[in-house]
Structures are given as structure tokens and as C-alpha cells.
């Protein structure tokens, strides 16, 4: 069982930014692909990035490619999101999740979509955009 913890969320007035991060302390965090999701009140959650293991590919969901910019640190195993120009859309809950499988850069990018492709998931961290 690999365990993810996100942090960063908070209260962000419309147009500013925010960095969330994903860590773990498993030994096989570089083996491991990356994603990001979001569920917003009321509605289901909905893929927002992905990050090869070593970093080197991502993908994008098309709505959000502009602001959104998903890196990760193996020095300190970690995946950060940073959102910016945010609007009241980009609220909601954000979880990380893991994937053993995932070759992001290689497999099909709607694979990296899907919630089924991610073995292991975080609790999700609550970001909330101010009028």
C-alpha cells in the first residue's frame, strides 16, 4: 500500500495562483506516474494532469493546459500542481494519484484519464476560489 498525502490547498481570490504538492514516502516513487484529479461540489471527479516517473512527459486536460503545470521532484518525492489566473472553476477538492502501470509520453493519453489506471490515491486537499 502506497500512501500519497497532498497539501498546498487553501483560500485563493480569483486571478491569483496556487502550488499543490503530492508526497509519499515509498521507496518506489520513481516508478511510479502521477496524476492529478479534481472534484468540484456536486460533481464527479475529473482528470487535470499527469507526470511520467521520472518527469520527463506530461499530459494535460485541454481545458485547464494553459494554467495548470504539473513537475515533480525525486530528490524529495514530490509532484506539484500549479494552477494560476485561477477562477471560481478551478474550485473544489484536488487528489493526487498513483499509477505502477502508466507510461505517460507512451500509452494513449486518454489511459492517462482514467481513474482506473491509478492504484493508489490520496485524501485530497480542498481549494477554494473567492470571488
Not at 502506497?2 to 487553501?10: D, T, W
Not at 494552477?83 to 505502477?100: E, L, N, Q, R, W
Not at 505517460?104 to 470571488?131: C, H, K, L, M
Request: with cysteine.
Amino acid at each position: 500500500q502506497i500512501l500519497l498525502v497532498e497539501s498546498g490547498g487553501g483560500v485563493v481570490e480569483a486571478g491569483g495562483s496556487l502550488r499543490l504538492s503530492c508526497t509519499s514516502s515509498t521507496r518506489t516513487w520513481k516508478e511510479l506516474a502521477i496524476g492529478w484529479f479534481r472534484q468540484a461540489p456536486g460533481k464527479d471527479r475529473e482528470f487535470v494532469a499527469a507526470i511520467s516517473k521520472r518527469g520527463g512527459d506530461t499530459h494535460y486536460r485541454e481545458s485547464v493546459k494553459d494554467r495548470f503545470t504539473i513537475s515533480r521532484d525525486n530528490t524529495e518525492n514530490t509532484v506539484y500542481l500549479a494552477i494560476h489566473k485561477m477562477t471560481h472553476d478551478d474550485t473544489g477538492v484536488y487528489f493526487c494519484a498513483a499509477s505502477s502501470l502508466l507510461r505517460v509520453g507512451i500509452n494513449p493519453p486518454r489511459r492517462n484519464e482514467r481513474e482506473d489506471e491509478y492504484e493508489f490515491w490520496g485524501q485530497g486537499t480542498q481549494v477554494t476560489v473567492s470571488a
